[in-house]
């Protein structure tokens, strides 16, 4: 159970149901993050724009290396609701049973190339809180590896954005 109270589809704002409608019609339930983010409007569009544009929108990065970098984030940050949800979601998107579990188990566990395995175990450094450390050196090693600025960008975005959404989750205490 929530930490706090969450606003049911009849108490949000006329233009957060708008947003809740299509996936009540298609689901029959709001998840409890969605109700989170309904407390606050400016924080539910604030928070959409940014799941829109890193993680369903095509970007510089497969979908593949998203869902990995969100399924990664919120094992290390202890957010199981995250997780659940990431696992149907990469499943939804095209990865295999046998690479969601590789991804579960950690990034050395991953059948996939060091240069990927480099930048998810970029992601998980840059997840912490001393990511202050980070060296320029760490990031013009994954750029001579072949990754650009925009991606590294992007990865780093994705893995702040988990650390925001998996701190919302865990101290509500959302399930």
Excluded: W
């Excluded at 109270?5 to 009849?10: A, I, Y």
């Excluded at 299509?22 to 689901?27: G, H, M, N, Q």
Aim: with cysteine.
């Amino acid at each position: 159970m929530a930490h706090i109270k969450l606003p049911e589809f009849e108490d949000m704002t006329p233009a957060i149901q708008e947003k809740a409608k299509p996936i009540l019609e298609k689901t029959g339930k709001l998840g409890e993050i969605f109700k989170l983010l309904a407390v606050d409007e400016k924080v539910y569009f604030a928070t959409d724009e940014m799941i829109q544009k890193y993680l369903l929108d095509e970007t510089h990065l497969s979908y593949d290396i998203k869902e990995a970098i969100a399924l990664l984030i919120s094992i290390e940050n202890g957010c199981k609701m995250c997780v659940d949800v990431h696992k149907g979601i990469a499943k939804m998107l095209g990865l295999s049973d046998e690479r969601i579990e590789q991804i579960l188990q950690g990034v050395e566990s991953i059948n996939t190339s060091d240069k990927e395995k480099a930048l998810l175990n970029f992601c998980i450094k840059a997840s912490k809180k001393d990511n202050y450390k980070i060296l320029k050196e760490e990031i013009d090693a994954l750029k001579n590896m072949g990754y650009s600025d925009v991606e590294i960008i992007e990865a780093v975005s994705i893995t702040g954005y988990f650390n925001y959404i998996n701190t919302l989750s865990n101290v509500f205490a959302l399930s």
